[in-house]
């Protein structure tokens, strides 16, 4: 028994008999080709629709997704401006607020000057005070500019 096996036997596609020279390749012959398989459809099925799902709820979905970002962002849109012209008028609020704020503080700092409410005292008829006058208890006298004499 030998356990060298002959190598020149044919292959099993079918080039039996067929020798190649030294360096080149032997070209198989093309297998005879196979019709595609087709599923089985049922009975009274369309042939073209059979293994495939229907594709309009699909497109459907995507339009109404696509239709119901567009609206969204129409909102948002509309939202985000209605906002911006709230703001735009609370500014223009704003600034006349502090310019009459500005203008009732000069005014309060006009009323409140001794010179003018020196003067609104003597329309009024009143007349300035002399110097101020003290009374000490301990010795029960009155001191002070116009008292009993210092």
């Known amino acids: 028994m030998s356990t060298r096996t002959d190598t020149r036997r044919a292959s099993s596609r079918g080039t039996a008999g067929t020798r190649t020279r030294p ?7 093309a297998a005879p080709k196979r019709a ?3 599923p089985a459809t049922t009975a009274g099925a369309p042939r073209e629709h059979a293994g495939r799902a229907p594709r309009i709820p699909f497109v459907l979905l995507v339009l109404c997704l696509l239709g119901g970002a567009l609206v969204g962002l129409l909102v948002l849109r509309s939202v985000v401006a209605e906002e911006a012209f709230a703001i735009t008028s609370l500014q223009a609020e704003n600034r006349e607020l502090s310019y ?5 503080r000069e005014s309060v700092a006009h009323l409140e000057t001794s010179e003018r409410i020196a003067s609104e005292a003597e ?6 005070g002399e110097g101020p006058l003290f009374l000490d208890l301990d010795e029960g006298r009155v001191s002070g500019s ?3 004499g210092d």
């Not at 360096?23 to 012959?29: I, M």
């Not at 329309?123 to 300035?128: D, L, S």
């Open 23 to 29: 360096g080149t390749k032997a070209v198989p012959k």
């Open 123 to 128: 329309e009024m008829g009143m007349e300035p």
């Open 36 to 38: 595609p398989a087709r």
């Open 146 to 148: 116009v008292g009993s």
């Open 100 to 104: 009459e704020e500005q203008q009732l």
